[in-house]
Antibody
Framework: QVQLQESGPGLVKPSQTLSLTCIVS??????????WSWIRQTPGKGLEWMGY???????NYNPSLKSRVAISLDTSKNQVSLNLTSVTAADTAVYYC??????????????WGQGTLVTVSS | SYVLTQAPSVSVAPGQTASITCGGD??????VHWYQQKPGQAPVVVVF???DRPSGIPERFSGSNSGNTATLTISRVEAGDEADYFC????????????FGTGTKVTVL
């Protein structure tokens, strides 16, 4: 069954760009049945959907983050990437990669990666 | 924005029934998914589309949704059910985005 594994720096300085990758195994990111999402979790704000990308490269982002977030695919490596610019301490969170299963008319997130903690601090 | 409100905590004795509610404006018109998250682990779907269960999830987990409240019910609660539970919907008024509830910590006494 499909597995997702996030990776990236655990510490990012304020005003810099947070970059994470998610390697998808035992499943292709080019499948039209799924979208590939990033979700983050903080003690204060709980779970926050950041956005997702479809196999054709189309994206949908949370309006609250839209000006700072970008999600991309690397089909040669079967991985999904997240970039979040101009980070502040408020972006400190556990970041999850998750497969969005199309469940008309909505999606559910299943499965999730194990998550990676990113701390924004100088 | 669209807010999903959950009680912070619910305590239940083993063998009893736990009811976890998720309140939102006209949530009954939306499909609700429920996630279980144990400490240090990622969330896992336990109910989707209001009341369906993924394979491998016990029948003890059930869901309902009507009006302004969706409910996840755990029957015959076991110690292993102790976890945080989150609801999730797709908000489609204006901007389209996915919203999670504030989460409920279920403690098995």
């Amino acid at each position: 069954q499909v597995q997702l594994q996030e990776s990236g720096p655990g510490l990012v300085k304020p005003s810099q760009t947070l970059s994470l990758t998610c390697i998808v195994s035992s499943g292709s990111i080019t499948s039209g049945d799924y979208k590939w999402s990033w979700i983050r979790q903080t003690p204060g704000k709980g779970l926050e959907w950041m956005g997702y990308i479809y196999y054709d490269g189309s994206t949908n982002y949370n309006p609250s983050l839209k000006s700072r977030v970008a999600i991309s695919l690397d089909t040669s490596k079967n991985q999904v990437s997240l970039n979040l610019t101009s980070v502040t301490a408020a972006d400190t969170a556990v970041y999850y990669c998750a497969r969005a299963v199309l469940s008309s008319p909505t999606v559910r997130f299943d499965p999730w990666g194990q998550g990676t903690l990113v701390t924004v601090s100088s | 924005s669209y807010v999903l409100t959950q009680a912070p905590s619910v305590s239940v004795a083993p063998g009893q029934t736990a009811s976890i509610t998720c309140g939102g404006d006209d949530i009954g018109s939306k499909s609700v998914h429920w996630y279980q998250q144990k400490p240090g682990q990622a969330p896992v779907v336990v109910v989707f589309d209001d009341s369906d269960r993924p394979s491998g999830i016990p029948e003890r987990f059930s869901g309902s949704n009507s009006g302004n409240t969706a409910t996840l019910t755990i029957s015959r609660v076991e110690a292993g059910d102790e976890a945080d539970y989150f609801c999730q919907v797709w908000h489609t008024s204006g901007d389209h985005f996915y919203v999670f509830g504030t989460g409920t910590k279920v403690t098995v006494l």
